[in-house]
Every structure is written in structure tokens, then in C-alpha cells.
């Protein structure tokens, strides 16, 4: 191994760890307390060694969203082929959906919430933010209706379960009624 693979090697290691700690701080105490700073003293690099990774806390939280994007389709991925018949797919895409997002909430404010520098719906949006569309949209599409859009379809079924999502979290919406709220939202929407 040539002393440039090993320099290289070694710089992916410091990103990711780079990018582990930030997660792992802002699921901890929030993004607010995710500071070049606090993330230099816990990876024991000084801030320039940051700076020469990322510019800042924005391409930080852009490396957490688009490693999120990833896992969020691998989740839903692996939750619907499960499933019998389209309905119980889309009901497990939707549950696997909201499970992820109450699980790492960071992760999905990196996602959603915060501004991490990403296009979103865009020629130039990253592959894994638009992998994470395709995830939803492979199940989606066959309950989206004759004469519907599957891509306009699985947008609007992505803002409901992310209106889900953000108010349950945000404690807006009794928690009891959380497995209801799914199975009107699958029922209303998929054509099955």
C-alpha cells in the first residue's frame, strides 16, 4: 500500500468519525450542542483538522442526512417485501417510516429539518437522498391509483407520514392513536 492509500485511507476514517460523533452528539443533547469545539475535543483532532474535512456545522449535518437517507431506504426497504399484498406492504413501509424517524430523531432532523446544503428534488440532488424517494416510491406505485402520478403520489404519502412524524414527536398528537392514525392513512390513500 502506497503512503497516498494509507493518507486517504486515513481521511475517510477521520470523516466518518467525524460524522459518527456529530450524530451521536445531536442525539444525545440536539444538534444546538454540536459545535466544531465540543466535536474536536471528543475525536481529540483540532478544529483545523475539522475545517479540512467540512466547511462547518452545514455540511456536517449534510453528511449525517445524506448517511441517514441511506438507512432510512435500507429500513423501509426491508420492511415491506415482508408484508402480504400491497395494503401490508404500504402499512409496513408506513410503520418502518415513523419507527426510524422516533428512533433517531438527529438523523431525521439532519434529514428534514435542518439545513445541511442539500437539493432536494432536484437534477443535483445526492444519490442517496433520491434512493430514499425510490424506496418509498417501489412500494407506493402500485396503490397510487389509476390516473394518479405514482411520483406525485408518493409525495404526498411521504408529507403525511412526515406530518405524522413531526407532531408526534413534538408530543401534538396523542400517542395512543398512533397505529389508527396509520391504518386511515393507508386506508384513504392506497388503492388496493
Do not use: C, N
Not at 441511506?70 to 418502518?96: F, M, Y
Request: proline share 5%; net charge negative; aromatic share 8%.
Amino acid at each position: 500500500m502506497s503512503v497516498q492509500e494509507r493518507k486517504e485511507r486515513e481521511r475517510a476514517a477521520r470523516e466518518r468519525l467525524i460524522v459518527a460523533t456529530a450524530r451521536e452528539l445531536a442525539e444525545e443533547q440536539g444538534w444546538d450542542a454540536v459545535t466544531t469545539r465540543r466535536l474536536a475535543e471528543r475525536i481529540e483532532y483540532s478544529q483545523p483538522v475539522l475545517y479540512s474535512h467540512f466547511r462547518g456545522k452545514r455540511e456536517i449535518i449534510g453528511a449525517v442526512a445524506l448517511e441517514g437517507a441511506a438507512e432510512l431506504a435500507a429500513v423501509v426497504r426491508s420492511a415491506s417485501p415482508t408484508a402480504d399484498g400491497p395494503r401490508g406492504r404500504v402499512a409496513a413501509l408506513a410503520h418502518a417510516y415513523l419507527d426510524f424517524a422516533a428512533r433517531h430523531p438527529a438523523v431525521y432532523d439532519a434529514l428534514f429539518q435542518l439545513d445541511g446544503g442539500l437539493a432536494y428534488a432536484r437534477e443535483d440532488t445526492p444519490a442517496p437522498l433520491k434512493d430514499a424517494f425510490a424506496s418509498l416510491l417501489e412500494t407506493l406505485a402500485e396503490v397510487a391509483g389509476d390516473g394518479v402520478d405514482p411520483g406525485a403520489f408518493t409525495e404526498t404519502f411521504w408529507a403525511a407520514l412526515h406530518g405524522l412524524a413531526t407532531l408526534t414527536r413534538a408530543g401534538r398528537l396523542p400517542p395512543e392513536y398512533a397505529a389508527s392514525r396509520v391504518e386511515l392513512l393507508v386506508d384513504r390513500l392506497a388503492r388496493v
